[in-house]
């Protein structure tokens, strides 16, 4: 299995709307890419985040799953339009045996 999993602060424009569409675009990866397991949009609520408060953890069956999600539509324009709200960022990419 092959995992993602990005560490997010954003900026303060990020509001309730913005969210909601994030949301959005999370519901478009599972439904329109191949072999994701998993997509989840959530908050992080470890006390030793250094403020990077939000998380997409997403699980896929390889690491060709994972590189078939990042030029899909769906993830290039979630980029596009998270991109200015995005304060800072971390990823964590990894295979892990089953």
Known sequence: MFYHIVLMRFTPEADARFFEKVEHYGRRVLAECADVIGYEITKNVASRS????????????SSQAHDDYQVSPAHMEMKTFMAPYI?????????VPA
Do not use: Q
């Not at 250094?50 to 069956?61: E, M």
């Not at 304060?87 to 295979?95: K, N």
């Open 87 to 95: 304060d800072r960022i971390i990823v964590l990419d990894t295979e």
């Open 50 to 61: 250094d403020g990077l408060d939000d998380a997409i953890i997403a699980s896929f069956r």
